[in-house]
């Protein structure tokens, strides 16, 4: 696609406020020093749109102004997103474009202590697109370079490329767990980055224990090679999962986001385990600490993804299973359907999949190019 033809304007799912999203004709954006435009192939949504949408704003800069960004107003969202690069900003290579790229979004400054340590994820001047600033739920999305990765050239196609983003997030919590191969790990919860999470580890050479209320996300599980699934919720569940494990529990991945969940970790680890909460609580609620710090527990937050290293690795895990992934990944619904087909749905806490992908405006069909 050269300049010329990239049209002036696109339909785009934008965010008002409070649920109030509206299918709106936008400016195509134009990439800045940096960035690539993107033409969107696939769309992940997640919990935190769906929270956006019910309960926002919370972290779209809708009402306030985002101090990196400057946006305020009205937004694009779709964090999680893959596509074709047809045009490059300043400094961007000419290679990139026609290349089927996926993103992870962040854009973090690159020069702050925190990302020279490795740590770009919590950057002081960090920011992401679809959060920060407009997204990918629309016909075209700007991002950093620094944040695609080629993903035809690991023979993704252009509706798994989609998936890199949520896996990354995984990647970088089992990375901020410490967790090695031959040790044992608890993953609580197989939903969108549960799934991705078991996939990691079991990569990693982890013997994985799933927990989930749902007998067919524990069949997943064990797709995925979680060695044991537990269901939970019975009255035997709690002593299922805690004779899961022996006498030593390394790790105990916290996914749910629940209060019950955290609680329920905190109360049957052994000694000396760490419990990464890696699941994002909708209101504060009260922990045991009394219980963390005489039994020697270590709470873990894990936060987004370290492009530089998690995003490459994700795309990789991506890439083991490709044209494997219909059962965490179904077909994606219509891009008319955002609300009634995935925002609605998640925020209600009936997930229609385990991942809900969206197709852009103007793709009817599903997207397999490369």
């Known amino acids: ?19 109030d999203l509206r299918f709106e004709e936008v400016a195509v954006p134009r990439p800045e020093a940096g960035e690539v435009l993107i033409e969107v192939t ?6 935190t749109d769906a929270a956006e949408w019910a309960y926002g704003p919370i972290l779209t800069p809708i009402e306030k102004r985002h101090a990196v960004t400057g946006h305020q107003g009205a937004m694009t969202l779709g964090h999680e997103f893959a596509g074709t690069v047809v045009a490059v900003g300043e400094g961007v290579d000419a290679a990139w474009a026609g290349r089927l790229v996926a993103s992870c979004g962040a854009a973090p400054c690159g020069s702050c202590d925190l990302c020279a340590s490795g740590r770009s994820n919590v950057c002081r001047r960090y920011s992401a697109v679809g959060l920060h600033r407009d997204g990918a739920l ?42 090695r191969a031959g040790e044992v790990a608890v993953v609580q919860g197989v ?7 078991i996939h990691t580890l079991v990569d990693l050479g982890v013997t994985v224990v799933a927990v989930d209320l749902d007998p ?24 299922e999962i805690a004779a899961s494990w022996g006498e030593r529990l390394p790790v105990f991945f916290e996914v749910t986001g629940s209060e019950r969940g955290m609680n329920l970790a905190i109360e049957i680890v052994p000694m000396g385990t760490t419990v990464v ?18 039994r020697e527990l270590t709470l873990v937050g894990t936060n987004a993804m370290v492009r530089e290293t998690d995003l490459v ?12 992934w219909q059962a965490v990944a179904p077909e994606p619904i219509a891009f008319d359907d955002l609300v009634v087909g995935a925002l609605e749905p ?23 190019s490369r």
């Open 42 to 47: 696939m769309v992940g949504v997640c919990g």
């Open 346 to 368: 998640l925020s209600e806490g009936r997930p229609p999949a385990v991942k809900t992908l969206v197709r852009p405006p103007g793709r009817p069909e599903a997207v397999h």
């Open 1 to 19: 696609m050269t300049p010329a033809q990239i049209p002036a304007t696109m339909r785009a799912a934008v965010l008002h406020g409070r649920r």
């Open 277 to 294: 909460a890696v699941g994002i609580a909708k209101r504060p609620a009260p922990v045991d600490l009394g219980r963390v710090t005489v």
């Open 313 to 324: 690795d994700a795309a990789r895990l991506v890439a083991q299973r490709a044209g494997r």
């Open 138 to 179: 629309a016909a075209y999305v700007t991002a950093p370079v620094a944040s695609c990765i080629d993903a035809g050239a690991l023979g993704i196609d252009g509706r798994e490329a989609a998936l890199v983003q949520p896996m990354s997030i995984a990647v970088h919590a089992a990375r901020r767990s410490g967790v």
């Open 216 to 239: 067919q996300r524990l069949e997943l599980a064990a797709e995925l090679g979680a060695e044991l699934t537990v269901r939970a919720g019975t009255d035997s569940s709690a002593a």
């Open 191 to 197: 939903g969108g980055i549960g799934a991705f999470l």
